[in-house]
């Protein structure tokens, strides 16, 4: 791992950086849409779309709030502000100050719906992804996540921004039209993505079966930018196992490679504070280690290709079975993009790219600005 990989190591007590700008148009993208959708022509275009990208990026303003830690930042992200309930309840204050922002107090109900709507898809959405998104806030605190989504799709964000843009600049009723084009196509297209899941869970679990690998848990999600190639994981007693899967690869056999997940370092330290943190929040996806300064690292498996992930944190020289330890430190890596990208291009319609962690020549993780 250390041979591999450059850790930009920095600590932050502030705010952990937890989203990519893709995300944020993605969630505008469909706060426009769903509110276009929803006014119609009662409204002027430009209003609704502008009120929907508000409305649609909302709840992420939670990601400004420091925690006090890294970790805590990551856990806490998704939480209050996603809650079912009480986006719901928030939409009727903001509802009636659209509409008096818009100048149509008459029709406060409708600009109610529409903002109720564009609120609560938010978090509907997050779901979709690996990260964890705890809806039934403030009832329970559970991270829902689907992971049937790369944060980052084009052909789900594109789709919305064309249809908006549709909307605001052709007239009458055609560009309402397309943007519910765009719409019902976005929302298909999630459902392709769980039913391209399911095939790809079957396809991994059924080769983990006929290649004797014992797994206790197994995790199936997008590799970035598209639901063509796959990333599966498998936790099992002593080690996990990683592979990835293209619906282009046809009948070739699945390839497993295996990694250590610190089975007895996490049995020492498994009344830290952190590692019991990042277990509940991974849904047990953790890796724990030592790394060569006798820090104690933990590594959440779920985001990330194989050696580099996002959420890696240092935790000093934590004392085994004290619970004593410092505040987490995150560790910000990424594959090296000059190879990766090539790699991750050839490995969607060739298995005999195998994986990235024996790329010849990567660099590992380089620094994240």
């Known amino acids: 791992m250390g041979r591999r990989c450059k850790n930009a190591a920095q600590h932050q007590r502030g705010l952990t950086r937890l989203h990519t700008p893709m995300d944020s148009i993605s969630q505008a993208a469909l706060g426009s849409a769903v509110v276009l959708a929803t006014l119609g022509r009662r409204t002027a275009a430009w ?7 508000f409305a649609g990026t909302l709840p992420d303003l939670d990601a400004f709030i420091d925690h006090g830690d890294p970790l805590l930042n990551m856990v806490r992200h998704r939480a ?6 009480l986006l719901g309840l928030f939409s009727a204050p903001l509802g009636w100050l659209a509409a008096r922002l818009a100048g149509q107090p008459d029709l406060w109900r409708r600009w109610w719906l529409a903002t109720a709507l564009a609120l609560l898809t938010h978090p509907l959405l997050d779901t979709f992804t690996v990260y964890g998104t705890q809806l039934l806030q403030p009832f329970s605190n559970h991270p829902f996540a689907i992971g049937s989504m790369f944060i980052i799709d084009p052909l789900y964000t594109l789709p919305l921004l064309l249809g908006v843009a549709a909307a605001l600049c052709m007239r009458e009723d055609h560009g309402l039209h397309w943007n519910g084009v765009a719409l019902a196509f976005s929302t298909l297209y999630l459902g392709w993505s769980l039913l391209a899941q399911l095939h790809v869970r079957s396809v991994v679990e059924a080769s983990l079966h006929e290649q004797g690998i014992a797994a206790q848990q197994v995790l199936v999600t997008p590799a970035p930018f598209s639901t063509v190639l796959w990333r599966a994981v498998a936790m ?3 080690k996990y196992h990683e592979a990835y899967y293209s619906l282009l690869d ?19 330290h498994s009344g830290n504070p952190h590692v019991q943190r990042l277990g509940w929040f991974s849904h047990g996806f953790m890796r724990v280690g030592m790394n060569s300064s006798g820090h104690l690292t933990i590594t959440d498996l779920r985001m990330g290709l194989e050696p580099c992930y996002t959420f890696h944190f240092d935790l000093g020289q934590a004392q085994p079975n004290t619970g004593i330890t410092t505040s987490p430190t995150q560790l910000w890596q990424r594959p090296d993009l000059s190879l990766s990208l090539g790699w991750w291009w050839q490995r969607l319609a060739d298995p005999a790219a195998g994986h990235l962690s024996a790329l010849p020549g990567i660099q590992g993780c380089a620094a994240q600005p």
């Open 80 to 85: 209050e502000s996603h809650g079912l309930v």
């Open 47 to 53: 209003k609704a779309a502008l009120w929907g990208a």
């Open 236 to 238: 099992g007693p002593e």
């Open 250 to 268: 046809g009948g070739h056999p699945v390839q497993w490679i295996a990694h250590p997940r610190g089975t007895d370092v996490l049995e020492q």
